[in-house]
């Protein structure tokens, strides 16, 4: 059995006038930007100096320079923000920088909070 091709007629919804065919969009939903958090180190008085811009240069990727600008700023305003991560990487970057300050008998302490 052969069929013929079916004819569109003038009158189908399906055609503009000008013979062109309309596309049907489909929207897609917009992603929401997951919350971000900020990880802080938090200023002691028993943890050296130059451990703390280890830490900045080790767990951060901050160079010599800038690392020893935001210690300076921990030790004279008791606090500074070291970076801004999704919850999962500051959770883990917290959790790396107090074992590592344990591990060296050291109190520094890491915290994040939601930005």
Do not use: W
Not at 53 to 71: C, S
Not at 83 to 90: C, K, L, T, Y
Not at 99 to 112: G, Y
Request: proline share 6%; aromatic share 6%; charged share 25%.
């Amino acid at each position: 059995m052969i069929l013929a091709p079916q004819m569109m007629s003038d009158n189908d919804d399906r055609s503009n006038d000008d013979g062109d065919v309309g596309l049907a969009l489909k929207t897609r939903p917009k992603t929401k930007r997951p919350p971000l958090y900020k990880v802080m180190l938090l200023n002691d008085d028993y943890t050296p100096m130059e451990f703390v811009v280890l830490v900045l240069e080790r767990f951060f990727g901050i160079g010599h320079a800038h690392a020893t600008e935001i210690m300076l700023t921990v030790h004279k305003k008791g606090l500074a923000v070291v970076g801004v991560f999704p919850f999962e990487i500051a959770e883990t970057k917290v959790q790396q920088v107090m074992e590592f300050a344990r591990r060296h008998q050291h109190p520094l302490q890491c915290t994040m909070e939601k930005e």
